[in-house]
Structures are given as C-alpha cells and as structure tokens.
C-alpha cells in the first residue's frame, strides 16, 4: 500500500486548506492550473509516445490519462453531492473509464472529465457547505472546496508522472 509522508501530509492539507478559502471561481483557477500542466505535457506526443511504458509494471501516457479522466468525474460527483451537504456512507472511488485507443481519444475525456469539475466547482454559491466531508483515504475528511483543490494536486503529481515516462529510456523519439 502506497503512503504518505507526514511533512508531505501536511503541506498538502495547508495547500489545500488555503486554496479551499476562495470563492468557487478562484477554486476554479486553481483546479485550471493542474489541467494546464497535464495539458501542456501532451503537447507534441504521439500516439506511440503516449502508449510507451517503460516496463510491463509502470504505466503509460495512455494509462495515467484513463486514471485521471476516472478521478476527475468522481472528484465532480463527490463536490457536488458534498455541496448539497449529503453525506454519503461510499462514493465509488473514480469512474470506470475504458482504455484510449489514442491520445486525442484521451485528450478529449479528459477535457470533458475537466468541464464536469469545474462546473460543479462553481455551481455551488458561497455558501456551499462545508461541514460535511468525505474521507479522503491519505489527507483524511475533506469538504467540497477540498476535494476539488485535492484535483489539483492529483493532477500535478499525475503530471510528474508523465513526466518520468518521458525521460525514461526508450522512449521513442
């Protein structure tokens, strides 16, 4: 089982305490900045790039894509729902999401993955609730607000991923 440090615990929750203070649409700029830099990291690639897996047990392009597209739209489901102030005994942890037979098959999802976040990061007004939470199985109960900055770190640390997949050896040029 994977864990996390506890000094990088701790930056995370502060992180996302104070990104998660801002109304809907500065959580939305946020949210944006992490797309961005997966985004940008696909740039160029091609679809022999994005299925390059370093070995049989590490993940491709293609792969780390169905993961975040699938985080994505249950992170939407769960800020929505949180919002409303439901509780929830489970959410299921991210939607199923086939493989991509190719990168702008990918991209697409997980453009379309993005606009449900973000719209359910702003449907809610500024006084969304924020008392109900939802654990989060490394970083513990978060609210709305948090799980839709937690996207944003996922993201970025899917983003550090794919950029590990291309610096590996042969990776085809």
């Known amino acids: 089982m994977v864990s996390v440090p506890d000094d990088l615990k701790e930056r995370?929750?502060?992180?996302?305490?104070?990104q998660s203070e801002k109304q809907p649409e500065g959580i939305a700029g946020v949210v944006e900045q992490g797309h961005d830099q997966l985004v940008g990291l696909l740039e160029g690639l091609s679809?022999?790039?994005?299925?390059?897996?370093?070995s049989a047990e590490d993940w491709s392009v293609l792969e780390v894509l169905r993961h975040v597209v699938g985080s994505k739209r249950g992170v939407a489901r769960r800020c929505s729902v949180?919002?409303?102030?439901?509780?929830?005994?489970?959410?299921?942890?991210?939607d199923e999401v086939g493989s991509f037979a190719s990168l702008s098959e990918a991209r697409a999802a997980l453009d379309a993955g993005h606009r449900e976040l973000l719209a359910s990061v702003r449907a809610p007004t500024p006084d969304a609730n924020v008392d109900v939470t939802f654990d989060h199985p490394f970083f513990?109960?978060?609210?709305?607000?948090?799980?839709?900055?937690?996207?944003?770190?996922?993201d970025g640390d899917h983003a550090g991923q794919?950029?590990?997949?291309k610096a590996a050896d042969g990776f085809p040029a």
Do not use: M, T
């Open 162 to 165: 794919i950029e590990k997949i």
């Open 12 to 18: 995370v929750l502060s992180y996302i305490a104070h």
């Open 140 to 154: 513990g109960p978060l609210n709305c607000r948090e799980w839709a900055v937690f996207q944003r770190v996922h």
């Open 82 to 94: 949180l919002a409303r102030g439901e509780a929830s005994a489970s959410f299921e942890p991210a």
């Open 47 to 54: 679809d022999e790039q994005a299925a390059f897996k370093a």
